[in-house]
């Protein structure tokens, strides 16, 4: 008894012949042609409901469902590891755990944001300075009396029900003419007011550490970044690859499945490529053989990383390679410039006294004592001491992170040294990634300080601490060495940045292979059905 | 799939997973041979038999 395709095939090519035995010489005989193709089109578009309906249904049985519970639970538990280890990290100040070092660079970029952007970025400033108990007024932002001026408009709308910061903007257009640095002198006195309240901030701190460290049970610093390291593998684990993400990667054709399949060249290739045919021959070679292309992986996406942050990397040795001759306990660069500041900031206080007079209403504008020529020229000298100070301050950011550097330095500093160094002082990083990539877009620097950020953060990684910053390591030569003692074959070659993608697609196809032919739920033809069969839809819904 | 016999005669889940693809994408080839083959209704007017 004949199958379907076989009954299929046999009618088409009778249908076939049949068709172009029909005779069509008159309008009767097109007519009866005609009919006789509308009566096999209603057939087949019969036949091609039915067996659609069924492929469909045949593909969806083969699906296999995936439970993200746990997962989820994971993700939550590496957030709050994440964000105890951002608050115990003994590298960084309360600057930087507040968030303000984050909010400055925003602030120093605000040429490249808009006004919504800038009122927003200002409003964050002032809701930490309320988490510590400090309500900012007008007389807090005095200085220059522009900054003033701004700020108490701001405060205005800020304090009151309707948010309308459009009076704001109409203050901001008639200052900007006669002060363009008016963002920047906002920046100074929000700096100057952390200086003043900074103790304030450094006891919320000591409290948030001490209450998040007795909630989740963690000791000190080193003790949390073993449990962040055990938490991410167990996530790494958890979130690996399963049959249902395979099944969904091949059905939205990110790799061809098809190439999974045991007589597919690529497939072949991949296999000889890697391994040797007496690796494969037992179950416990096959496991073990497994487990180390598993940690290949991750050892050569770290690697491609590595490669990809490589300029960042190029900046600081340029940059700092002169200071390993400097000693800590010698360096007076970032004291020198505070003091500079300081002295600075208390001229500028006295002119401010001298434009306004009384300290109960400084910047009351109804009692000058000075008028005319000589108040114009004292405003437009605040304005020159307060640019001044801006220079100041980015000479005084460049010492103080100088000085953390300093502390950290020496010949064998690596590279997971300087990730510390970057994943704690995020004012930094973005203006290294501003710097090495030589980006423009503010979206972009972000985006890129966003990459870096969670490449630094990774506590599982492991080659990165045995590169050195300042000397050449033939990083490619110790992976190829490490993973050929343990039987695959590998050379410096294939770790070449441009050969790594190739090597980690040989790599994810075994280790697939192999999670799918083991697996009792499923099999690479049972995927190639599944994707085929979506790929067929798709076409057809096109249509 | 006892639908499927009744609609077309057939029982489907007899056929391979490599036949049932070939299976319908020779149908839909068919298909559009035939509607490729229709002929123009206002062809030229030829005599009758």
């Given at each position: 008894m004949i199958n379907f395709k076989e009954f299929i095939d046999k009618d088409i090519t009778a249908k076939k012949t049949l068709i172009t035995t029909l005779p069509t010489k008159t309008k009767t005989n097109q007519k009866k042609y005609n009919d006789q193709i509308e009566q096999m089109i209603q057939k087949y578009s019969q036949y091609q409901k039915s067996v659609r309906a069924y492929l469909e249904a045949k593909a969806k049985s083969f699906e296999v469902l995936e439970n993200h519970d746990t997962i989820d639970q994971l993700n939550e538990k590496v957030e709050q590891l994440e964000h105890i280890r951002f608050l115990l990290n003994p590298t960084n100040t309360y600057l930087e755990k507040m968030g303000f070092d984050d909010l400055l660079y925003q602030l120093n970029n605000s040429y490249m944001l808009n006004f919504q952007s800038l009122n927003d970025i200002i409003n964050c400033f002032l809701d930490k300075f309320e988490l510590v108990g400090v309500k900012l007024e007008s007389d807090d932002f005095d200085y220059t009396c522009y900054v003033h001026e701004y700020m108490s408009s701001f405060l205005q709308v800020r304090y009151s029900s309707d948010k309308k910061y459009h009076k704001v903007s109409e203050i901001f257009e008639s200052i900007y003419w006669i002060n363009p640095e008016l963002m920047e002198h906002i920046e100074l006195n929000f700096r100057k007011l952390i200086r003043v309240h900074a103790k304030k901030f450094q006891s919320y701190i000591l409290e948030e550490q001490k209450r998040e460290a007795e909630l989740h049970h963690i000791h000190n610093y080193q003790d949390c970044i073993e449990k962040l390291r055990s938490a991410y593998i167990d996530r790494n684990l958890a979130g690996g690859e399963s049959i249902s993400d395979i099944i969904e990667l091949a059905k939205n054709r990110a790799f061809d499945i098809h190439q999974y399949m045991p007589d597919h060249k690529v497939r072949i290739m991949a296999y000889q490529s890697l391994i040797s045919d007496e690796a494969l021959e037992e179950e416990d070679k096959r496991k073990k053989v497994c487990e180390t292309l598993a940690k290949l992986k991750s050892n050569v996406c770290e690697f491609d990383q590595y490669n990809t942050f490589l300029p960042i990397f190029t900046c600081f040795q340029e940059e700092y390679k002169d200071l390993m001759n400097t000693s800590l306990k010698d360096y007076k660069g970032l004291k020198n410039i505070e003091n500079e500041i300081l002295t600075k900031e208390k001229e500028l206080e006295k002119m401010n006294h001298r434009i306004f007079g009384s300290k109960s209403s400084i910047f009351d504008f109804k009692q000058q004592p000075l008028s005319g020529a000589g108040l114009k020229k004292l405003k437009m000298d605040t304005v020159r001491q307060a640019k001044?100070?801006?220079?100041?301050?980015?000479?005084?950011?460049?010492?103080?992170?100088?000085?953390?550097?300093?502390?950290?330095?020496?010949?064998?500093?690596?590279?997971?040294?300087?990730?510390?160094?970057?994943?704690?002082?995020?004012?930094?990083?973005?203006?290294?990634?501003?710097?090495?990539?030589?980006?423009?877009?503010?979206?972009?620097?972000?985006?890129?300080?966003?990459?870096?950020?969670?490449?630094a953060m990774d506590p599982t990684n492991m080659i990165i601490a045995g590169i050195p910053i300042f000397e050449e390591a033939n990083v490619k030569k110790v992976i190829a060495n490490k993973y050929r003692l343990n039987n695959i074959k590998i050379d410096e070659e294939d770790l070449e940045p441009e050969e790594l993608k190739t090597l980690l697609n040989k790599i994810q196809l075994i280790l697939r292979v192999e999670m799918i032919e083991h697996s009792d739920v499923t099999s690479i033809e049972k995927i190639c059905f599944i994707a085929d069969v979506t790929k067929i839809l798709a076409q057809e819904e096109k249509k | 799939m006892k639908k499927n016999e009744e609609k077309i005669g057939f029982d489907l889940s007899l056929l391979s997973l490599e036949e049932l693809l070939d299976c319908y994408t020779n149908i839909c080839d068919f298909l559009q041979f035939l509607e490729e083959n229709k002929l123009e209704t206002e062809e030229k007017e030829t005599s009758d038999d």
């Amino acid at each position: 008894m004949i199958n379907f395709k076989e009954f299929i095939d046999k009618d088409i090519t009778a249908k076939k012949t049949l068709i172009t035995t029909l005779p069509t010489k008159t309008k009767t005989n097109q007519k009866k042609y005609n009919d006789q193709i509308e009566q096999m089109i209603q057939k087949y578009s019969q036949y091609q409901k039915s067996v659609r309906a069924y492929l469909e249904a045949k593909a969806k049985s083969f699906e296999v469902l995936e439970n993200h519970d746990t997962i989820d639970q994971l993700n939550e538990k590496v957030e709050q590891l994440e964000h105890i280890r951002f608050l115990l990290n003994p590298t960084n100040t309360y600057l930087e755990k507040m968030g303000f070092d984050d909010l400055l660079y925003q602030l120093n970029n605000s040429y490249m944001l808009n006004f919504q952007s800038l009122n927003d970025i200002i409003n964050c400033f002032l809701d930490k300075f309320e988490l510590v108990g400090v309500k900012l007024e007008s007389d807090d932002f005095d200085y220059t009396c522009y900054v003033h001026e701004y700020m108490s408009s701001f405060l205005q709308v800020r304090y009151s029900s309707d948010k309308k910061y459009h009076k704001v903007s109409e203050i901001f257009e008639s200052i900007y003419w006669i002060n363009p640095e008016l963002m920047e002198h906002i920046e100074l006195n929000f700096r100057k007011l952390i200086r003043v309240h900074a103790k304030k901030f450094q006891s919320y701190i000591l409290e948030e550490q001490k209450r998040e460290a007795e909630l989740h049970h963690i000791h000190n610093y080193q003790d949390c970044i073993e449990k962040l390291r055990s938490a991410y593998i167990d996530r790494n684990l958890a979130g690996g690859e399963s049959i249902s993400d395979i099944i969904e990667l091949a059905k939205n054709r990110a790799f061809d499945i098809h190439q999974y399949m045991p007589d597919h060249k690529v497939r072949i290739m991949a296999y000889q490529s890697l391994i040797s045919d007496e690796a494969l021959e037992e179950e416990d070679k096959r496991k073990k053989v497994c487990e180390t292309l598993a940690k290949l992986k991750s050892n050569v996406c770290e690697f491609d990383q590595y490669n990809t942050f490589l300029p960042i990397f190029t900046c600081f040795q340029e940059e700092y390679k002169d200071l390993m001759n400097t000693s800590l306990k010698d360096y007076k660069g970032l004291k020198n410039i505070e003091n500079e500041i300081l002295t600075k900031e208390k001229e500028l206080e006295k002119m401010n006294h001298r434009i306004f007079g009384s300290k109960s209403s400084i910047f009351d504008f109804k009692q000058q004592p000075l008028s005319g020529a000589g108040l114009k020229k004292l405003k437009m000298d605040t304005v020159r001491q307060a640019k001044e100070l801006y220079t100041l301050y980015h000479q005084y950011d460049k010492e103080y992170f100088k000085e953390h550097v300093l502390e950290v330095i020496n010949p064998s500093l690596m590279v997971s040294d300087v990730l510390n160094l970057y994943y704690s002082f995020a004012y930094f990083r973005k203006l290294v990634v501003q710097k090495a990539y030589k980006l423009t877009e503010y979206s972009e620097i972000i985006q890129k300080s966003d990459e870096f950020y969670h490449f630094a953060m990774d506590p599982t990684n492991m080659i990165i601490a045995g590169i050195p910053i300042f000397e050449e390591a033939n990083v490619k030569k110790v992976i190829a060495n490490k993973y050929r003692l343990n039987n695959i074959k590998i050379d410096e070659e294939d770790l070449e940045p441009e050969e790594l993608k190739t090597l980690l697609n040989k790599i994810q196809l075994i280790l697939r292979v192999e999670m799918i032919e083991h697996s009792d739920v499923t099999s690479i033809e049972k995927i190639c059905f599944i994707a085929d069969v979506t790929k067929i839809l798709a076409q057809e819904e096109k249509k | 799939m006892k639908k499927n016999e009744e609609k077309i005669g057939f029982d489907l889940s007899l056929l391979s997973l490599e036949e049932l693809l070939d299976c319908y994408t020779n149908i839909c080839d068919f298909l559009q041979f035939l509607e490729e083959n229709k002929l123009e209704t206002e062809e030229k007017e030829t005599s009758d038999d």
